[in-house]
């Protein structure tokens, strides 16, 4: 083998190796959905606990202040049906009622908007200061910053937000 065609597939093999790595990354966060927020926004993490209070709005303020807007994807959707099911025990109909009960009584509180498809809500958070929203793992890119739950992120093995 000469020195050129050892340096070629030396070359070869690092980039497949690299390509491997991509591919195994990806696949990592397949199936995970991520919790963003706002690049501004100074939350980092938040346990699963505040995670459904800020989801069934009874936790309605950032700690830094602000309101919280929350946005997810439209109903039908396998990421908004597994964060309501992982984050609050509920189906769709269950968190529709909840949200029906809650302002027969008078109780405050309004439901997440639906912002569509993940890039839309993605994007509506990258615009939103005060926004968190709910989107798969693989849409995330640098206009948001993905929050902790539980210590854990997406691709981690305890992460808990996985569409099963």
């Known amino acids: 083998m000469s020195v050129l065609s050892s340096r070629s597939f030396s070359r070869t093999v690092r980039i497949g190796a690299l ?3 991509l591919s195994l990354a990806a696949s990592l966060h397949a199936g995970d959905f991520a919790v963003i927020v706002n690049k501004a926004n100074p939350v980092t993490a938040l346990s699963m606990a505040q995670l459904r209070k800020i989801l069934l709005a009874q936790e ?4 830094a202040g602000g309101k919280i807007v929350v946005w997810m994807t439209s109903p039908g959707q396998p990421d908004r049906a597994a964060t309501l099911k992982i984050v609050c025990g509920m189906s769709e109909t269950d968190f529709t009622l909840y949200f029906m009960h809650a ?3 008078g109780e405050s509180g309004n439901p997440p908007s639906a912002g569509g498809s993940g890039a839309a809500v993605r994007q509506s958070i990258a615009s939103a200061a005060n926004g968190v929203g709910f989107v798969p793992a693989s849409l995330v890119d640098d206009s ?3 929050v902790a739950i539980d210590g854990t992120r997406p691709g981690q093995p305890a992460y808990k937000l996985k569409l099963k």
């Open 144 to 146: 948001v910053k993905v």
């Open 19 to 21: 390509a491997l790595g």
């Open 103 to 105: 302002s027969f009584n």
């Open 60 to 63: 309605a303020k950032w700690p």
